[in-house]
């Protein structure tokens, strides 16, 4: 099934996405159907690593921080404003560590209608950071001294030292978030190292994010079938 291209159906799309020939056309409810090349092998943001998988996974889950366009500007996708040195959210400290605060959108949701919230990102980091999980190189992990959490709502990461374009560290460097409450009893259930063996990615009712287009169902080595978020930030 490697090799198989698989269509996907975006219910209530605005945008076309990339069409395959032959395969794009309106239906009754504005469907847009599109080919992609290869079959994602999963759709959990912290164990995929190919493009197929990340060209979908930003269909249903939305980053911290993304980008607009081609020029990659910069967006605050999921939090209020990015830190700068202007805003006071980045701090550069004596000794060359570096601090920088994130304050989350109060209106993203998961797409069950739980909030995001700074345990989703927290409960994130600690799998990924975990060395017993299927996670693969993480060589930005040697750049970060601790996460903070200050309230429901608002992180801070510490850095050990100075890099560069830290304030879109969530997005160069880190998953999108999954939902605490949802992976976590399965973590639990089957252990960390066996964390790519959970349905979340895998079985659309519990594979839920925070982005544009719900997963509404998935049928091996055909097609996938998302519809447009009605509460998308």
């Known amino acids: 099934m490697g090799a198989q291209r698989c269509g996907i159906v975006l219910a209530g799309l605005l945008l076309l996405l990339g069409a395959w020939p032959g395969l794009a056309g309106p239906g009754p409810r504005k469907d847009i159907v599109f080919g992609n090349i290869q079959e994602p092998a999963s759709l959990n943001p912290l164990t995929v690593t ?28 999921a939090v209020e404003q990015l830190p700068t040195l202007r805003n006071g959210l980045w701090k550069v400290q004596p000794d060359g560590r570096m601090e920088l605060t994130w304050k989350l959108r109060r209106d993203v949701k998961w797409h069950d209608g739980r909030p995001l919230t700074v345990d989703d ?42 890099t560069i374009r830290a304030n879109l560290w969530w997005l160069g460097a880190f998953p999108a978030p999954v939902p605490r409450h949802v992976v976590e009893p399965m973590v639990r259930r089957v252990g960390i190292e066996k964390f790519a063996e959970i349905p979340y990615g895998q079985d659309p009712r519990v594979t839920i994010g925070t982005g544009p287009y719900i997963l509404k169902s998935w049928l091996r080595g055909n097609e996938m079938v998302f519809e447009a978020n009605p509460h998308y930030h």
């Open 50 to 77: 190919g493009t197929v998988e990340k060209a979908v996974i930003v269909l249903f889950a939305s980053f911290v921080e993304n980008v607009r366009n081609d020029r990659l500007e910069p967006i605050n996708e």
């Open 121 to 162: 990102l927290l409960y994130t980091w600690e799998l990924w950071r975990n060395p017993r999980g299927p996670f693969g190189a993480r060589p930005t992990l040697q750049d970060i001294e601790s996460l903070q959490r200050i309230d429901d709502y608002t992180i801070a990461v510490r850095f050990k030292r100075q």
